[in-house]
């Protein structure tokens, strides 16, 4: 029986990287029934909600979303819809692997990267807690719970130890905020101490990025609050190609999301240049999570091969490829690799 996934295509580029990724997962052969819901802005000048019900009502039946970016109005009063979904479901983890594909020419191509960013998801600044205490005096207020702490902390370790990885990085400004994220390492040292096979370090965030643009290989997972997750995690991004690269997951105890981190890139909207790859690779953790591994590494595997190859890449990481073009390529590489099983059988 197919598998129903909530499809939520986003804004700008969205519906184009979505209805390509919607492709090179079927010709992976995932057996998947999509049930694709809108959300941004299409939604709120359709609905007058960012949000809809009807994707909540998808979400709760699915329990599993593939989404591609939305966009939120700036200072127009609505909350970012990323941090409304990982509110309302509880969406604690923000999981993000950093890792090179073959044949980007960046600053670190020789580089060997691999690491896995765990980011606590749904509280520090981003509660949204802030008013104004007199004119010309804002405060924001920064929540960290033991709770959220040490739910992030046993995943970033659970993760370690069933991937058999060998060391978790905390990243903090316990120096400064001596009791918010000082309650943060006192989680992680709690959970490390459960975990003794593994290596447990703690690193200054300032430090921290200094040390991920100096030396991005001693690095294999980190954890970390929500403020500084955000940043770290686009700084990693950048060390392999940017944004258009990368994937990302939104996961708690009975539902998850996963989704392209980049921007809606209003400006190539519907011209058939965006890069799918982002997506992609976020479907193949979808995949991996909803237990469609054989399809998940065929699709990680054709992705490989057409960066390694370089012949049809799109204009963001040096190439002159449509999406189109691109994704043909994959499902061509993926059909290549799948032929001689078939025939097998």
Known sequence: MARQITLIPGDGIGPEVADATV???????????????EAGEHALAEYGRLIPDEVYASLEATRIGLKGPTATPIAGGHQSINVALRKKLGLYVNFRPVRMLPGLKTRYCDVPLDMVIFREN????????????????VESLKIITHNASMRIARAS???????????????????????SDGLFLKCCREVSAEFPEIDYQELIV??????????PEKFDILVMPNLYGDIISDLAAGLVGGLGIVPGANMGDHHAIFEAVHGTAPDIAGKGLANPTALMQSAVLMLEHIGEREPAARLQAALRQVYA???????DVGGRASTAEFTDAVIAEIARVREPAEVGD
């Open 206 to 215: 300032d430090n921290a990025c200094m040390q991920l643009v100096m030396r």
């Open 23 to 37: 492709r090179a997962v079927e010709a992976a052969g995932a057996s998947i029934e999509w049930e694709r819901v």
């Open 157 to 179: 370790f659970e993760y370690a130890r069933h991937e058999g990885r060998s060391k978790v990085t905390a990243i903090h400004k316990a120096n400064i905020m001596k009791l």
């Open 122 to 137: 749904t509280e520090d600044l981003y509660a949204g807690l802030e008013h104004e205490i007199i004119p010309g005096v």
């Open 309 to 315: 190859a370089g012949e049809h890449l799109t204009g």
